[in-house]
């Protein structure tokens, strides 16, 4: 009998799908949570998405995520613990126990957390300890001290950890496909202008990466972040990286310009209770599956813009022409608060000059006398 090779049946290196990592921005604003939690508690919200976080993860084995918390004083890592140690449990000789007592937690609690997958198992633990740790350390004068979230700060971070990773996985499958992950990564977003071929000329290769942002802060909270998560919104834009936004409550500006710049997908839930079926039917498929699904479309997208000089969402401002600063009203003295560059206002504000309506002259005739009215027709005498 011949020897039967299976080599066939199993992808290749070449041919395998190109994972994907998704980083997650949680809000965890107090004061926006205590607001929903006769109706979505942020424990529930949690279960949900670390639910969420499973499912992307068994898509592909390679898959990879990211979770950032995005709170009133600072933005935190969840997952992974950056610069964290985990805690081992050792024994009495101080020995490290080997029946799955790792990663901060008793030995009873690993043991009966057996059976669970090792990486939903990790990223559970890891949110949950860095979470409770989080809202721990926030006393009562930070809560009290601001009512807005440092969204801008958590998107820089998703923006690092992204570069840092994909760095990683370009030199980890060999530097040259790094070029050949940026172009083909605009094919792969939906309304993206790639160019159909690449460097390797296969459309798989790179580390597909995108941002899923969980807010339920209002847009007038985080006026005053307008430059810097601008400046986030167009590295993304610049990286072909969507960023995707469920609003759990109202809705907010600036995150509506960032999820229609990136081609990401854009929902404000009427229903907060339902977040893991949001979560799983529109933001779980990928780059590679959008292509061929018809995504949720927002049209009504509010393009307002913050001024630089009380942070208010304006409908019509000052612009000044050096450096595109936004203001709400006329700046003092003239001068750009950004670049101190002197603007000519002219006479703004002052009332509008009369001019009275010239009269039209008739004109003379050549003799000086007002001319004859038209003759009337005569009809011709017959003979």
Request: proline share 5%.
């Amino acid at each position: 009998m011949n020897a039967v090779d299976a080599s066939e049946h199993y992808a290749t290196g070449a041919n395998e799908p190109a994972p994907s990592l998704l980083t997650i921005v949680l809000d965890t604003n107090p004061h926006a949570w205590a607001l929903l939690e006769e109706t979505l508690p942020l424990s529930k919200a949690v279960a949900n998405i670390l639910v969420f976080i499973n499912a992307h993860l068994a898509c592909n084995y390679a898959n990879e995520v990211a979770v950032v918390a995005s709170h009133s004083q600072q933005a935190a890592w969840l997952y992974p613990s950056h610069g964290q140690q985990a805690k081992i449990s050792t024994d009495a000789d101080g020995d490290i126990v080997m029946n799955g007592g790792l990663e901060d937690g008793s030995s009873s609690r690993s043991a009966a957390q057996a059976n669970k997958y090792r990486p939903f198992r990790v990223v559970e633990e890891q949110v949950t300890r860095n979470l409770e740790q989080l809202l721990a350390t926030t006393s009562a004068s930070d809560v009290s001290a601001t009512t807005s979230t440092m969204m801008a700060g958590a998107l820089t971070l998703a923006l690092s950890h992204i570069n840092r990773q994909t760095l990683a996985w370009a030199e980890a499958h060999g530097a040259a496909k790094l070029d050949a992950s940026t172009a083909t990564s605009a094919e792969l977003v939906p309304g993206g202008t790639g160019s159909g071929t690449s460097a390797s000329g296969n459309s798989a290769t790179g580390l597909q990466s995108r941002i899923l942002i969980i807010s339920v802060s209002s847009s007038t909270d985080s006026a005053h972040q307008y430059i810097p998560i601008m400046n986030a919104i167009f590295a993304c834009q610049r990286l072909h990286v969507p960023i995707d936004v469920c609003k759990l409550s109202g809705d907010a500006v600036f995150l509506q310009q960032a999820s229609d710049a990136t081609k990401g997908v854009y929902m404000s839930l009427t229903e907060p209770r339902g977040l893991l079926q949001y979560l799983m039917m529109a933001f779980l498929p990928d780059q590679r599956s959008r292509r061929h699904l018809v995504l949720p479309a927002r049209v009504d997208v509010d393009f307002r813009a913050a001024c630089f000089c009380h942070r208010r969402v304006v409908d019509v401002g000052f612009v000044c022409s050096i450096c595109l600063s936004i203001f709400c009203e006329p700046p003092e003295n003239g001068d750009c608060l950004t670049c101190g560059t002197h603007l000519e206002l002219g006479d703004y504000g002052a009332k509008p000059a009369v001019v009275a309506r010239k009269k039209k002259k008739k004109k003379a005739r050549t003799n000086g006398t007002p001319g004859a009215g038209t003759p009337t027709p005569v009809a011709t005498p017959g003979r």
